[in-house]
């Protein structure tokens, strides 16, 4: 093992821990001392890859983002309509068979409203991946629209917005309820919305 690679392990093991104990206990509530802990490294190898916390949040949400868009990349390169690859990912919203889903993962449910006050860099990275993943839904409405699997909509931009703030606000109250009542009812409203004229939704 090169010393390169060894060092793209401790600093991927850095961020994992790190993301572990932020998606439990926000970023303002861990301190520096329980991310190395974690991850098992002093604080020396910490400030060699992060020059403060701070930065340390901003690389850790830039692997976020990066992660969840190369999944969602994936999920459009899969086969099936547009209104199919939709559809998976709002089922990959919800827990199934033990396996977590986004809600239950998701930062920017966890930590938006904090880094927004908190740091700049963090809440622009955040700000950009949102930015991001609503592009990808508009372009699978407008896809969707093209081949006949998802009713067609007059401002897919704004609407896909609209379907991704829907989403994130049934996130949050699920994760206030402990339970998935309102992702299931989002998942329902979104078919329906989404739904060609004359399909019937099986959700």
């Known amino acids: 093992m090169t010393e390169e690679s060894k060092s793209d392990l401790t600093r991927k093991r850095i961020l994992d821990a790190g993301r572990g104990l932020l998606l439990r206990h926000g970023f303002s509530a861990v301190g520096l001392s329980r991310i190395l802990a974690e991850s098992g490294v002093p604080k020396g190898s910490f400030y060699y890859y992060f020059a403060s916390k701070e930065a340390f949040g901003a690389a850790l949400l830039e692997d976020y983002v990066a992660g969840y868009l190369a999944r969602f990349d994936a999920l459009i390169d899969s086969p099936g309509s547009a209104g199919d690859k939709l559809a998976r990912f709002w089922d990959a919203w919800l827990a199934e068979a033990g396996r977590a889903g986004i809600a239950g993962e998701c930062l920017v449910v966890k930590l938006g409203a904090e880094v927004a006050d908190l740091s700049e860099p963090m809440r622009e990275i955040l700000d950009r991946g949102v930015d991001a993943l609503v592009a990808r839904i508009a372009r ?13 909509v007059d401002n897919p931009d704004a609407t896909a917005r609209m379907l991704y703030a829907r989403w994130l606000g049934a996130a949050v109250l699920a994760k206030l309820a402990q339970s998935d009542a309102a992702l299931r009812m989002a998942r329902e409203e979104t078919s329906a919305q989404l739904a060609p004229s004359g399909a019937e939704t099986t959700d």
């Open 140 to 152: 699978l409405l407008r896809d969707g629209a093209e081949d006949g699997s998802v009713a067609p």
